[in-house]
């Protein structure tokens, strides 16, 4: 018993106690978050009335609240200490939380100390350990290759390495914009981890947000005709929007990577070691989506795209989509002819080869040999004046759909299936893109089983050239 109140300590999720403790949160403008394993409540002595409560879990301390009409009498103070002593006792000695930035200095007061924050979300921990990892990381990480370092990334299982899901949001209020909050905090976690992997800088962390970002956009897109979306799962029976989610945590690192590559390396040798960084991220992909192929090509198209960045970033400080573009052309040309030299010679096993052996079709290969040109016109499409993004990037979709030949609808289909979505899509951007008319697109794709994942790619390839040359003219 402390000043007047004293504690109760309720142990899981069952209990009438954590009806008052709801109530208790909800009165403070919190709501009640059930993953708890050990709850604090304090009560008043004389009428044993709710005065605070806290809870936590593993190694988060979750739903700090003290009545309005109790503050100023040292009950936060008691229930840190509780919690405290718990984590303590169980070995835990690390240990933090996420809360409203707002609450820094309530927190910092009872010894919890900042780890990275955005305007809706501060993470805290209970010691100043997060430089002093950072920099153990960047000592460790000196000699690894960039396939290594991501791995060490992904290996590490840190008190810090928080995806989204693992955030709590008891004191967000809005949440319909709760994963959108937690998503932008534990992109800005994983940058600074990754970065200290990769032996990176302010750039390196900025450039994990943006991929992360684009792929992310990508998928958010809609209405997209035969794709995964918000709205529906297109023509795709084994992915949704949650498998994309997932498939970007496996690849914006590896895409990252690929980034300091170009940074690092000479223009003859960016391909080889890019490539190698290529087949590690899709195998993190497959692992990560249970074997659902989400974002191959694009690994391929928006690697050789994010070196090419890198390398021009640091011969010239700036970011130039069409310099960015036909660099690519000129470091990947000599390879992937030979790549087709080869493939002339023995018999097809990937569907882009047997693909080129029916048709002449040379797929994203070709694409980067040529500098992305439907990629090009797209870009100039999507610098246009739009009412918003989403609009903006499905302007940008039917660009590349009405051109490209997107060997994701071959192996689906036919070569009539192309030509219809070439046709389709350019008459739609002639007449006016409507919503209407794209979720009719959408079911007649749906019935033909057409699936533009080819273009799908390139319009994650586009979001970040237009951010990063957004960046640039700043």
Do not use: W
């Amino acid at each position: 018993m402390e000043n007047g109140f004293y504690i109760e300590e309720i142990y899981g999720n069952q209990g009438k106690e954590l009806q008052e403790v709801q109530r208790l949160l909800e009165a403070a403008g919190l709501s009640y978050d059930p993953l708890r394993e050990y709850t604090v409540l304090v009560r008043e002595e004389s009428t044993s009335e709710p005065a605070g409560t806290g809870a936590l879990s593993g190694h988060l301390l979750k739903c700090v609240a003290v009545a309005e009409q109790y503050r100023g009498q040292g009950i936060s103070g008691m229930i840190m200490g509780k919690l405290f002593e718990y984590m303590y006792e169980h070995g835990r000695m690390q240990f933090g939380g996420f809360t409203k930035p707002k609450n820094l200095g309530i927190f910092s007061h009872e010894g919890l100390n900042p780890v990275c924050s955005t305007d809706h979300i501060i993470f805290l921990e209970n010691r100043k350990q997060f430089e002093k990892t950072l920099a153990g990381i960047r000592v460790e990480s000196e000699e690894y290759s960039f396939p290594e370092a991501v791995h060490a990334f992904e290996a590490d299982h840190s008190f810090y390495n928080k995806d989204a899901e693992e955030i709590p949001d008891y004191f967000i209020q809005d949440k319909e914009k709760s994963p959108e909050y937690r998503q932008e905090i534990s992109d800005l976690i994983h940058a600074e981890l990754l970065s200290a992997y990769l032996g990176g800088d302010e750039e390196t962390k900025r450039m994990y947000r943006l991929c992360a970002k684009a792929l992310r956009e990508e998928v958010n897109t809609t209405p997209k005709p035969g794709l995964v979306d918000l709205h529906d799962n297109g023509s795709h029976q084994d992915m949704n929007v949650q498998t994309f989610y997932q498939s970007t945590y496996a690849v914006a690192p590896y895409l990252t990577a690929m980034f300091q590559a170009g940074r690092r390396y000479s223009k003859e040798d960016i391909f080889p070691v890019i490539r190698r960084i290529g087949i590690d991220a899709e195998k993190a992909m497959l692992e990560r989506t249970d074997h659902v192929n989400t974002h191959k090509g694009m690994i391929f198209s928006m690697g050789i795209i994010l070196a090419c960045a890198g390398y021009l970033y640091e011969q010239t400080g700036r970011y130039v989509p069409e310099e960015i573009l036909s660099f690519a052309s000129e470091i990947s040309k000599p390879i992937m002819e030979q790549d087709f030299l080869r493939m002339d010679q023995k018999e097809p096993e990937s569907h882009g080869e047997k693909l080129y052996r029916k048709y002449g079709i040379r797929g994203v290969r070709g694409q980067a040999m040529d500098g992305f040109p439907e990629l090009k016109e797209a870009l100039a499409c999507g610098r246009r004046e739009y009412p918003d993004r989403n609009t903006r990037n499905l302007h940008i979709l039917l660009s590349v759909m009405k051109n490209l030949d997107d060997t994701n609808i071959l192996s689906r289909g036919t070569m009539e299936d192309m030509k219809y979505v070439r046709q389709a899509s350019g008459e739609l951007l002639e007449k006016g893109m409507t919503m209407q008319a794209l979720q009719g697109m959408n079911e007649e794709f749906v019935r033909r089983n057409i699936s533009p994942g080819g273009a799908a790619d390139m319009l994650a390839a586009g979001i970040l050239l237009l951010d990063l040359e957004q960046i640039s003219e700043q």
